[in-house]
């Protein structure tokens, strides 16, 4: 039986999420560019996409893809250099927007927040109105789209806001929460990434359904810490708390590799897309960073992590990259086969304006 919703859980949240944000502000600022496949990024060999417009999504290219795989899908793929300064600047316009209807704002990315409306500042009664008069707003200032989810927590809320995009709002009530998740295959779950979903499908847990049917010990068990989140939200339960003037202390990526791995070079190459990850989240918001972590996973799943820290901020990926690769060269030749690198840039400070963290999501 699933628990009814806790009093703490009838809030309401408001998921906002602009629609294709960086392509489609290249689109916007450059009517040419409509209507055709567009890529936001680096097209050289090692480029990666930060951003792609709905065209380019049709063929498959999404954000995150290096660009040789981005071009190799839709040949006619047009490369625009990103332009932070611009995206920052439409997106403090957009925040005055939220900030106008409720101070308990939790910013994700440039392009993505929470809102808590429950007591809103216009005292406006349903959520949904609240995501729509948002959503116009946007478009009236921009000349963006938006898409909203609303529910009573974080974890529904966003998975609503995926659900009617682009340029659409859904609603999950407290009543439809569990139902809505028991469909839902787990590779959709935000905080649920490909080694994980394919961990949970060896396990046989395809569905929302189907991870609500496992008791919490065995989703510890299989799961550590993360098994207990597992558990409640496979039931509609998230207790999280929309945080406002969020500071991110830390910014890493992370890859599981379907063979194990031993050389140097091939695991030094499997760590230039992460480094590129979170460089392009240092581009992104101005935040940099002096003290670089690599973790290393070994096939029988111990941890080993090592970090250096220096005296000044990092200033360019070539410096996150030598740092990193060193970490990685120093440890060599490794005890064992390793199956999961990780790489993260902590101490971060901003070096524009103060602002909150709005960004591409690593």
């Not at 793929?77 to 316009?93: C, D, G, H, N, T």
């Not at 959709?188 to 961990?199: E, M, V, Y």
């Not at 230039?272 to 003290?291: A, M, V």
Request: charged share 25%; glycine share 6%; proline share 6%.
């Amino acid at each position: 039986m699933v628990p009814d919703p806790s009093p703490a859980s009838q809030r309401k949240i408001i998921h906002i999420d602009m629609d294709a944000f960086y392509a489609s502000v290249e689109q916007r600022d450059n009517p040419g560019l409509r209507g055709k496949p567009v890529a936001v990024g680096g097209s050289a060999e090692r480029g990666v996409v930060a951003a792609a417009s709905y065209e380019a999504r049709k063929f498959g290219v999404r954000s995150a893809m290096p660009s040789v795989t981005a071009k190799r899908q839709c040949p006619d793929l047009i490369f625009i250099k990103p332009r932070f300064e611009v995206y920052r600047a439409i997106s403090r316009q957009i925040r005055e927007i939220f900030a106008e209807h409720t101070p308990i704002i939790e910013p994700l990315s440039l392009d993505e927040a929470y809102l808590d409306v429950t007591e809103n500042l216009q005292g406006i009664p349903l959520a949904r109105d609240i995501a729509l008069l948002i959503r116009e707003k946007i478009k009236a200032k921009t000349d963006l789209n938006a898409s909203a989810g609303i529910s009573y927590n974080k974890f529904l809320a966003k998975l609503a806001s995926d659900h009617r995009k682009p340029n659409g709002q859904f609603v999950i009530s407290p009543e439809m929460g569990p139902a809505f998740i028991e469909t839902l295959q787990v590779g959709k779950f935000h905080g649920i990434g490909p080694a994980t979903s394919a961990k949970m499908n060896a396990l046989g847990i395809f569905t929302g359904l189907d991870l609500r049917n496992q008791a919490m010990d065995f989703l510890s068990a299989n799961f550590g810490k993360a098994g207990a989140y597992y558990y409640w939200i496979s039931r509609g339960v998230d207790e999280r708390p929309v945080r406002a003037n969020r500071i991110r202390k830390s910014v890493g990526a992370e890859n599981t590799f379907s063979s194990d791995l031993s050389e140097f070079d091939v695991m030094a190459a499997e760590l230039e897309p992460l480094i590129d990850k979170i460089w392009r989240h240092c581009e992104s918001t101005g935040d940099r960073g002096r003290t670089v972590t690599l973790k290393i996973k070994f096939a029988d799943f111990e941890i080993m992590t090592r970090g250096r820290s220096v005296a000044a901020s990092l200033s360019s990926r070539a410096d996150l990259e030598r740092l990193a690769i060193g970490l990685l060269k120093a440890e060599m030749p490794l005890p064992k086969p390793v199956r999961l690198l990780g790489v993260s840039l902590s101490s971060l400070q901003t070096t524009t304006e103060p602002e909150p963290q709005l960004n591409l999501p690593i």
